[in-house]
C-alpha cells in the first residue's frame, strides 16, 4: 500500500490542523458529533488516526468552548496533540486560524481536515500534500457530486484551480459546476498564515471562508490546484443516518482488508469489526460474528456464528462458538475449544481445554487440556468482591458445578456432576459437593395407587 505513496512526503514536516468544533444539533445528542463512534473508535480518532499515518508530525486540534471531552478524546489517539479553542463559530477560515500558533511554527506542509468526515484515505492524504512539494501553494480535495446544493464549486482553468464559490454566493452558472469542494485543504508552511490571515468575511453568511484561500493565494501569485477522489471518501456526517452510512462505509474496508490478509470470511456483510481487531492467516469467521474492540485471533482458529468478543485473545488453532460470547480479559489458549453458550470474563484457559456447552468463566485460570461439562459456572462474585478460580492441567469439572471462589483445583482432580464446591481440591483427588442418592423401591407405584384411591372417594 505505502508504495503509492509520493516518495517526497515522508522527509517534509507536516501540521494537521483537525477542525472539530461542530456541536452537531441534528445528531440529537448529548454528547458532541465527532465522539460518535465508527468501529468503536470516535469519529475524531479516526480521522487522527489517518492524519498520523500520513505522516504529520504535529496535530492541531479545533475544538469549541468547554468540550474537555473532545481534547481527551484527542489525546488518547495523540498524546501530544495541541488544543485551540474556537471560542465563536466564524467559519472554517476563522476555524483553521484558531491554531495559529501552530501555523506560526512554518512546518513545511499544512493539512486541513474535518472530524466529522472519517473516511478520507492515507492516499488521499498524500495526494493532497504532493502537489505542495512540487510549489503549489493551496491544494483542495474536489469531488463530482451526484447532487452539488450546498457545497462549494471549484472553478477551475486547466489543472489550476481558479477560486472555489460558496453555493450561496455562486452565480446559476457556477451553481451548474458539479466539481465540487470536499473540504480537505493543503497548504504550504512558508505562507500559510500569511493567506489565512487575509480572508475577509464579506459574503453570504459573514463567515471567514476557508475556501477564500484558494483566490488569495493567487493574488499573491502563488499556485492553487485541485486534488479528485470519489464522492463516498469525503462523506461528511451530521445526523444519525450519515453515521451509519460511515459505519457501513468503514465496515467494508475491515472486511476487505481482512480478506486481503488471508482471513475467510463465509459471509463478509454479516461480520462487524472494530477498528483494532487483528485476525491471522486462515482464521475462519462463520456469518453473524461481533468483534468488539481489542480482539486479536491468531492463525487457524475458527470463530463460529453467532459469537460476541471483546478484549479478547485467541490462540492458533482454537474454535470459538458457535453463540459464544467472550468478553475483556478472555485469552482462549492453543486448539481449546469453547462451545455454544459459554460466556467467559478475565480468564486465562490451556491449550486443549474444553468448555463445550453453558457455562460461565469469570476471573478464573484454567490450565492445559481441563474439561470443563456443561452448565458448570464460576461463583466469583458475592455482591462486593471478586475472587479467582484455578484449575490445574487435566481435571475434569462435572456438569452442573458450581465452583464457589477463591477456590483452587488441583491438576488431575475430578469434580462430580452437580457439586457445589467451596473447598480446595487436593490434585488427582474426587471432589463431590451433593447430596448422595437415594432410591426407594417401589415409592412411585406405591404413590400412584394411594392418590388415585383418594381422588375416586
Ligand atoms: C464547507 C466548505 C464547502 C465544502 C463543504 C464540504 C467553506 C467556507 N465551505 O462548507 O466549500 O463544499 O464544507 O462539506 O469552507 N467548522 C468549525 N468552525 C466554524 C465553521 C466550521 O470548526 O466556524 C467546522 C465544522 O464543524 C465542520 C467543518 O468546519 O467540521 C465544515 O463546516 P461547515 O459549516 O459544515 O461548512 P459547509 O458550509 O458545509
Ligand atoms: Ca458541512
Known sequence: MTSSLPSNTPSRSCLAVVLAAGEGTRMKSSKPKVLHEIANRSMLGHVLATVTEAGADRVAVVIGPDRDDVARDAHRQVPDAEIFVQRERLGTGHAVLSARDALARRPDDVIVVYADTPLVSLETLARLRAPLAQGAAVVSLGFEARDPTGYGRLIMSGDELLDIREHKDASEAERAIRLCNGGLMALRGDVALAIL?????????????????????????????????????????????????????????????????????????????????????????????VFGPGVVVEDGAVVHSFSHLEGTHVAPQAGIGPFARLRP??????????????????????????????????????????????????????????????????????????LVAPLKIGAGAFVGSGSVVTEDVPADALALGRGRQVVKEEWARNFRVKSQAAKSK
Open 197 to 289: 490571515e487575509k480572508i475577509e468575511n464579506r459574503n453570504a453568511k459573514q463567515e471567514y471562508y476557508l475556501t477564500d484561500a484558494v483566490a488569495i493565494a493567487r493574488s499573491l501569485g502563488h499556485r492553487a490546484v485541485a486534488a479528485t477522489v470519489p464522492e463516498e471518501e469525503v462523506h461528511g456526517v451530521n445526523d444519525r443516518a450519515q453515521l451509519a452510512q460511515a459505519e457501513r462505509m468503514i465496515q467494508e474496508r475491515l472486511r476487505q482488508a481482512a480478506m486481503a490478509d488471508g482471513v475467510t470470511l463465509v459471509a463478509p456483510e454479516t461480520v462487524f469489526f472494530s477498528h483494532d481487531t487483528r485476525l491471522g492467516r486462515d482464521v475462519i469467521v462463520e456469518p453473524h460474528v
Open 329 to 402: 480479559g478472555a485469552e482462549i489458549g492453543p486448539k481449546a475449544k469453547i462451545g455454544n453458550f459459554v460466556e467467559i470474563k478475565n480468564t486465562q484457559l490451556g491449550a486443549g481445554a474444553k468448555v463445550s456447552h453453558l457455562t460461565y468463566l469469570g476471573d478464573a485460570n484454567i490450565g492445559a487440556d481441563v474439561n470443563i461439562g456443561a452448565g458448570a459456572i464460576t461463583c466469583n462474585y458475592d455482591g462486593f468482591g471478586k475472587y479467582r478460580t484455578e484449575i490445574g492441567e487435566g481435571a475434569f469439572i462435572g456438569s452442573n458445578s458450581s
